[in-house]
């Protein structure tokens, strides 16, 4: 993940209302946010994406004089070359009871992930983050990110987050600031707390034993917001941190010691 930000844009004037970033190895440009006197967004990279140099230029989309936008235009002189490096990532294999692989069933991460979506449907446009996040039970490690899972002999799935060791009743701290949008249970995820923040990037923090947190609120690093248990599918109490980008998973481990606003805060 990159922040990518454009410098020195006429306020007020229209043909500069729409501005999006046009990452060469994603499909749909995003949408550039107005904040400390710059356009600016977090651009993704998935597992998915093949090892190579990519291109990331900025758009503007100029209205008409029916206020219908036109065709894209590209800024001259904002490309930059960005190069997604090469990662493997290993398998991991482990049995569980048929009960709790029916707790992963495709009804089952429907039904959460619609519940999911609702509450990230308002996200906040400016970042809410304020600096370099830190690991939700402290003293830990985030472990595990992008493993491709092998249940019961079967490749299920790939790893969606990052697991953190933590006995049950563990305090979770909230990794940075956010505004709580859902607090409560799932199926799959058990009880989970989401917090957005802000440019479309957010945290669920799953397997709660008991959730702590309050939806509309808006929290502190280190702040509180639940205890570690197991419920939903876990084989064991620890917490899962899936962090997502516009609903593309991303580690969380690179913010641990970065921000990528640092330079423009
Ligand atoms: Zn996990």
Redesign the pocket.
């Known amino acids: 993940m990159v922040a990518v930000w454009l410098e020195g844009v006429p306020d007020g004037d229209p043909a500069y209302s729409d501005i999006r970033f046009k990452a060469s190895w994603l499909k749909t440009p995003v949408k550039a946010s107005e904040w400390n006197g710059r356009r600016v967004a977090l651009i993704q990279a998935t597992t998915s994406v093949s090892p190579n140099t990519y291109s990331v230029r900025a758009l503007k989309i100029p209205k008409g004089a029916d206020g219908k936008d036109l065709t894209a235009v590209e800024i001259p002189g904002t490309k930059v070359l960005i190069r997604i490096a090469d990662r493997k990532f290993e398998q991991q294999v482990f049995s569980v009871s048929k009960e709790l692989e029916a707790v992963r069933s495709a009804d089952n991460l429907n039904t959460d992930a619609e519940k999911v979506a609702k509450a990230k449907a308002n996200g906040s446009t400016v970042p809410v983050w304020e600096k370099a996040f830190t690991i939700p039970i402290p003293g830990e490690e985030a472990q595990?990110f992008g493993k491709q899972r092998i249940i019961n002999g079967v490749l299920n799935y790939t790893?969606?987050?990052?697991?953190v060791s933590g006995s049950e009743g563990t305090p979770i701290h909230v990794p940075a600031a956010g505004i709580v949008v859902f607090s409560g249970p799932l199926i799959a995820s058990g009880n989970t707390v989401i917090l957005d923040h802000g440019l479309g990037m957010y945290s669920s923090l799953?397997?709660m034993s008991k959730t702590a947190a309050t939806v509309g609120t808006r929290v502190k690093q280190g702040d509180v917001v639940g205890y570690v248990g197991a419920t939903g599918f876990?084989t064991g109490p620890?917490l899962?941190?899936?962090l997502t980008i516009r609903g593309n998973i991303v580690d969380p481990e690179y913010l641990m010691n970065h921000d990528p606003l640092a330079a423009i805060r």
């Open positions: 595990s790893h969606s987050g990052v697991d799953v397997h876990a620890h899962h941190w899936t």
